[in-house]
């Protein structure tokens, strides 16, 4: 049996395919019954978190590498950890695949979501990437997509491994970044993008929103700025500006340490915070549009042991300095809305 085939006939999401595939839009879908079976199964796994006095958290970007990703570790830890779900993006696969098949091997931990554009394919072909994350979302079995690379300098770990493939450009308003915010807008389903925080590419994002108003924007990585003297202009009242100008714009909370230092510049490259703490003006803006941020780990298997310690730091350092109603948003809440299309209740 080959793998579509074999996709197709397993339990879950694949069931529904043939249905699925004569809609427009399928996320849209509210009373498709195997949709409706991924969402019961997310919701009991929340709620069992809840109802043990726990705050779950949804971890919205998480980066898959089939047979390099530890699963079973993967399970421990969100069990111990009170990781509700994992949007799994995986990288160097032919197609978004492998993110179904652990949804259905582990239906209450996983949301089936497209592929990762961290990797060539994605940045030495956009438009054939998009292209198939088209075909996959003609499918109705994603519930999300994963983080589109479109201006990234090497990781933490590639800089001390002496690496420099993962000094990333891809022109967000060219036509890869038109066809991708596109698909958003068209399918309704939201995307995220990793891109650096400086001045000269604030104007491109900013007309592609204007230009897309529809598409579900995350852009990962709140504050972290990785070359400050390239960046005069970003802050909370930025941020606050672009909130209130773009409705469908959300932002991710997968930032460094504290006092992480981003050796090339030599700058300490998370600006959330101010003496160790989370800033107070940044406070204050989760607290007036909690709606608009989200709880996400970066998780990738070159770091996977840092996986306790990125979540320990995200749930003190931010959700657990916030009122009620913004620390539930924030760390289950929004990501339920965006991947169900629907608020939680």
């Not at 204050?284 to 770091?303: G, H, I, K, T």
């Not at 809305?337 to 608020?343: E, H, P």
Request: aromatic share 12%; charged share 25%.
């Amino acid at each position: 049996m080959n793998r579509r085939k074999f996709l197709l006939s397993s339990a879950g999401l694949a069931c529904a395919l043939p249905a699925l595939m004569r809609e427009a839009v399928a996320v849209r879908i509210p009373d498709s019954p195997l949709r409706q079976e991924a969402i019961a199964a997310w919701r009991r796994r929340i709620l069992s978190i809840l109802n043990r006095g726990r705050l779950p958290i949804l971890d919205t970007q998480a980066t898959y590498i089939e047979g390099r990703t530890n699963i079973p570790r993967m399970i421990e830890y969100m069990d111990e950890l009170d990781i509700a779900q994992i949007a799994f993006a995986p990288a160097f696969s032919a197609t978004s695949a492998p993110s179904l098949d652990l949804y259905r091997n582990h239906p209450g931990h996983f949301i089936p979501t497209t592929n990762s554009g961290e990797f060539p394919r994605w940045w030495t072909n956009p438009l054939a990437f998009v292209a198939g994350l088209r075909r996959d979302l003609e499918s109705g079995m994603y519930f999300f997509m994963g983080e589109h690379e479109f201006r990234h300098y090497p990781s933490p770990e590639q800089v001390r491994a002496g690496r420099s493939d993962r000094d990333i450009s891809v022109d967000i308003s060219g036509p890869a970044g038109d066809a991708l915010f596109a698909l958003s807008a068209e399918f309704g389903i939201a995307f995220q993008i990793h891109y650096e925080i400086e001045d000269r590419l604030l104007a491109p994002l900013e007309a592609m929103l204007e230009r897309h108003p529809q598409a579900r924007v995350i852009w990962c990585h709140l504050a972290m700025i990785r070359y400050p003297e390239r960046s005069s202009r970003y802050s909370p009242a930025y941020v606050r500006g672009l909130i209130e100008r773009f409705p469908n714009l959300h932002f991710d909370l997968a930032v460094p340490d504290p006092n992480a230092i981003y050796q090339p510049s030599g700058a300490r490259h998370s600006t959330l915070y101010t003496g160790g703490r989370l800033d107070g003006k940044w406070a204050e803006l989760f607290e007036q549009y909690p709606e608009r941020f989200l709880a996400a780990s970066d998780y990738r298997p070159q770091v996977a042991d840092e996986y306790p310690n990125q979540i320990s730091r995200q749930r003190k350092l931010i959700l657990d300095t916030l009122g009620e109603r913004a620390r539930h948003l924030i760390a289950y809440g929004n990501a339920w809305r965006l991947i169900t299309g629907a608020s939680w209740k």
